[in-house]
């Protein structure tokens, strides 16, 4: 049987091996996706030990991500963007890198309706989801793209990779009088309850809030748009089924209906 795995550490706590089980279901596919606690020095032994043993492919969690970019004999022109893969597929002795959680969130979007050509986009965050996620933002032609960061060098950094591309970067206090069309939200601030400086205003003049973290409650970024009655408020679930999707594609060459496992998924974290 074709053996899949996603590597993390922690690990206990996801959610892929649930997901793509759903979907080799769907696709009657015989495939075993396990998930794999790997100690911090470990990455690439563990990697090699899968592939020694009839591994086809892995998702790659944190803090692995740039590990796995750095172990790929070939990457996709979104994983060299990004400096991170989430996916490996290995073939004919190579390790093949690409990051799909772009597409994840793009699709999610899409899903939603919102309509990201000529948007103006404001993106938070400026860690590893953010820069993975931009290419392919910038892939369905927005009018613009501001990153915003706690550190602005670090929004600058990634600025700096698109100089063909409305790509901007400022600080959060630099989007108190700025308005936008749609807001994402890819800090880990949610995970802890933190809330975000950024104006009522600002938040009132976007279509759509879309936060990367999901959870039983929502995010106080999700929490404030709701009050401020933004029309689309979204958080992250759809991404992390959505990016699981082109996982799936890229080692079987199959589209999975996203639906269903979102469906269960949801319910779960609603019990
Ligand atoms: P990183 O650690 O690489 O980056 C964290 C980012 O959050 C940085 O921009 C950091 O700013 C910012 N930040 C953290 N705390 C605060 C705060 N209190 N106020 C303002 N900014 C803050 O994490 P990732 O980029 O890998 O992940 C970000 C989030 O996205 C995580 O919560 C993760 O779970 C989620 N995610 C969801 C996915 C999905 O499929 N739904 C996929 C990938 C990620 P600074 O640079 O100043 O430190």
Redesign the pocket.
């Known amino acids: 049987m074709k053996q899949f795995r996603v590597f993390g550490n922690p690990i206990a706590q996801s959610k892929s091996p649930f997901i793509h089980q759903q979907f080799a279901v769907q696709s009657a596919l015989m495939m075993n996706y396990e998930s794999e606690l790997v100690e911090l020095e470990q990455f690439d032994i563990a990697v090699k030990k899968l592939i020694a043993n009839e591994g086809k492919g892995a998702n790659v969690t ?1 803090p692995f991500k740039e590990q796995a970019f750095a172990l790929c004999d070939e990457l996709s022109e979104r994983a060299k963007l990004a400096g991170a893969v989430n996916t490996l597929i290995f073939s004919n002795g190579l390790i093949y890198g690409d990051t799909t ?1 772009g597409l ?1 969130l793009v699709n999610d979007l899409l899903r939603h309706h919102v309509q990201l050509k000529a948007s103006k986009i404001l993106l938070l ?6 820069k ?1 996620v931009v290419q392919s933002l910038l892939e369905q032609f927005p009018q613009s793209l501001t990153i915003a ?3 602005l060098s ?1 929004a600058e950094t990634i600025a700096e990779q698109y100089p063909n591309a409305d790509v901007s970067a400022i600080t ?1 206090e630099d989007t108190e009088h700025l308005v936008f069309d749609i807001i994402i939200n ?7 309850g ?1 809330s ?1 400086s950024i104006s009522d205003r600002t938040i009132k003049s976007a279509h759509t809030c879309y936060d ?3 959870g039983k409650e929502p995010t106080a970024f999700l929490k404030q748009a709701k009050l401020l009655c933004v029309d689309n408020i979204i958080d ?2 759809g ?2 089924v959505g ?1 699981a999707a082109e996982s799936f594609y890229l080692w079987n060459n199959i589209r999975p209906d996203v639906e269903p496992v979102l469906m269960s998924l949801r319910a779960e974290l609603n019990q």
């Open positions: 944190a959680d994840g965050g400026a860690g590893g989801a953010a993975g960061n706690r550190t670090k959060f890819a800090t880990s601030a949610g995970l802890s933190a975000l990367m973290v999901y992250g679930l991404m992390l990016q």
